[in-house]
């Protein structure tokens, strides 16, 4: 499947300890900072556009004109609960974003996603704002997280997801064109239970231990 706005990062340290993180072996510490460490990864990706200006600063040896980002500062969003395992690398390469929660669970029955919790910076305008969530599965709570987020203002909004299926890449891009999409690997399908195949698993029951 092709769509305009998905990155796949083929880069080989993201492929290695995707694999690492596949592994049903791999025990849960390893899995949550394999998670961050690719998540730095897809947030180099991700800020790729952000744009820049030059300011006079000086080195030990000589003023310059040195590139500096423009702009207000990025927010990252995490949708809860397994968001939280991107966030922490996404923030070690941008500190200073902003940060918001967005809560939503899946209805196990209809797959649809019910909103728990919202809480986002005050103003989005003008800002890229990078949603995190690990499994881009049906794509129903990307794509409510995402109305909430430009419901808030934003116009600029990336989705970081370590996997993504198909099926949840054309559901976001039909409910949201415009939302670039970055991920480790679009993966074949989703099985009768909406797990993305072959997948991981359960991203927060293996980032927080909770099998
Ligand atoms: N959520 C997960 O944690 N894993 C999947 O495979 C799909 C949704």
Known sequence: MTHPQLTIVDHPLVQHKLSLMRDIATPGPDFRRLLREISLLL???????????????T????????PMLDGPDPVVVSILRAGNGLLDGVLDVIPT???????????????????????????????????????????NSAAAAVQLIKDAGATDVCLICLLAAPEGVKCLAQAHPDVRIVTA???????????????????????????
């Open 185 to 211: 690997s679009l993966d074949s399908h989703l099985n009768e239970k909406g797990y993305i195949v072959p997948g991981l698993g359960d991203a927060g029951d293996r980032i927080f231990s909770t099998v």
């Open 97 to 139: 974003a902003k940060v918001g929660f967005i809560g939503l669970y899946r209805d196990e029955a209809t797959l649809k996603p019910v909103q728990y919790y919202c809480k986002l910076p005050p103003d989005l305008t003008g800002r890229l704002v990078i949603a995190v969530d690990p499994m881009l599965a049906t794509g």
């Open 59 to 66: 080195t030990p040896l000589t003023d310059m004109q040195a």
């Open 43 to 57: 947030a180099y990706e991700a800020t790729r556009h952000l744009p820049l200006t030059r300011r006079t600063i």
